[in-house]
């Protein structure tokens, strides 16, 4: 499940959309975006996204529905949806970046311990 606030629309009226068990059904163009993870703390890279999406879901009652996003609704969509398939950002980057990625947090991890 999926919450997502309008963080852009302040005021009494900010929107809650809850998203259950979504799926991506038609995505289109591409977006490189810088995004980081709280899973995964002061790390971000550029991930690739599609630009604009289109989700089916349900929502809290049980009732289909479908959501088009792009922007950073769209990248955080995305993001989110990974999450709920046991995919991590990192997953989506490339060999190369993925091993520099290991060493970032293997040190990281180290400095903590
Ligand atoms: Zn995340």
Redesign the pocket.
Known sequence: MIELGDHEGAGPHRSLVVLINPEIVSQEGTIVAEEG???VPEFTEQVKRAARITVRAKDRAGKAFEIAADGLMAKALQ?EID?LNGVLFIDRLSPIKKSIFRRKLKKALAETA
């Open positions: 993870c709280l899973s993001h999450h």
